[in-house]
């Protein structure tokens, strides 16, 4: 073994969890489907214990995802906790420092509103939440989805997400700092935080060692939370907007795709009029045209 998977076995030897260097991934059929194993080819170092009364099963999972540069595969550690005896709809939280692209085509998920007389540590609160996470009742995927399907808002009720919208868990996520966390079936699953990034090679989201118990720990102490937010009343004068409108997005990808290729024609004629001079323009150009074009496809489809 390596030097990182002696870290990870020697971690979980002297807790008495058991380790496998390689793996075929979680252990439940159930939790396999989540979303976060969506784009999973592979596994390596899960560990599977006991935790608070919980069992837990941690693993790096190579996925696949792109930048700039196109389509490639980074490791990711994963912790994933059943969410036994929670009554708890399905969800995806992304944090939006790492949904630039979704942003930038305009899927937000579901912000949270309150009334203008809402108390200001409750707005507080809830401006918090929508800064650093976008929700999507049901997950991610199946938002997008049922909402391109349907034409329609697909808003879920107030009370389906209620037992995600209580103070203290928004309390408890406006000081956490987390990646990808997702509900579904009864499985809780958090990714560890993006902090860099991502590059071919060099962008690895992953835990090693005793690292790994600030994740195993984070989700423990989001399904504590969870649990006692059950009895909480919710926020008075709470409803929930929903921000993916299927035309807007539709012009947003048409609009971006229409600027950058305008923005790469004037960069070809600035290369050929000027001889090269203002090389330095053309980045700023194509960029330029990008958002031109995407703001432009969204003004078109605002009253589809």
């Known amino acids: 073994m390596n030097d990182q998977q002696n870290e990870n076995a020697r971690w979980a030897r002297e ?26 080819d ?22 696949e995802t792109n930048d700039s540069t196109g389509h490639f595969f980074v490791w990711e550690t994963i ?9 708890l709809p399905n969800f995806d939280l992304l944090p939006r420092r790492e949904t630039g692209g979704m942003n ?21 609160l809830v401006d918090a ?13 199946e938002a ?44 809780l699953a958090i990714r560890a935080p993006e902090t860099r990034m991502i590059s071919p090679g060099t962008g690895h ?4 060692g005793k690292e790994r118990e600030s994740l195993r720990n984070e989700a423990n102490d989001f399904l504590d939370v969870l649990v006692n937010a059950s009895s909480e009343a919710p926020l008075r004068a ?24 305008v923005g790469l024609f004037a960069s070809i004629i600035l290369l050929i009029g000027f001889k090269g001079e203002y090389l330095f323009l053309i980045p700023l150009l194509i960029v330029g045209g990008l958002f031109l074009g995407r703001f432009i496809g969204r003004k078109v489809t605002r009253t589809m």
């Open 79 to 87: 912790v994933v906790v059943p969410t036994s005896g929670l009554k």
């Open 42 to 63: 592979r596994y390596r170092d899960h560990v599977l214990g006991v935790y608070r009364n919980r069992q837990f099963e941690i693993l790096d999972a190579w996925v």
């Open 129 to 141: 939440f929508n800064k650093n996470y976008s929700l999507f009742g049901g997950g991610a995927y």
């Open 205 to 208: 989201t992953i835990l090693v």
């Open 238 to 261: 709470l409803s929930l907007d929903n921000t993916f409108r299927p035309a807007g997005f539709l012009g947003a990808i048409i609009g971006a795709g229409i600027g950058f290729f």
């Open 15 to 40: 807790n008495g969890y058991e380790f496998h260097a390689e793996s075929e991934g979680v252990t439940s059929d159930g939790a396999r489907s989540l979303d976060i194993f969506r784009k999973a």
């Open 144 to 187: 997008m989805e049922a909402a391109i399907r349907s034409g329609g808002p697909g808003v879920p009720s107030l009370t389906e997400m209620a037992a995600v919208c209580k103070p203290g868990i928004l309390r408890f996520l406006s000081t956490a700092t987390t990646g990808f966390i997702e509900v579904q079936d009864g499985y």
């Open 104 to 124: 930038f085509l305009g899927v937000k998920g579901l912000d949270l509103k309150l009334a203008p007389t809402a108390p200001p540590d409750e707005r507080r």
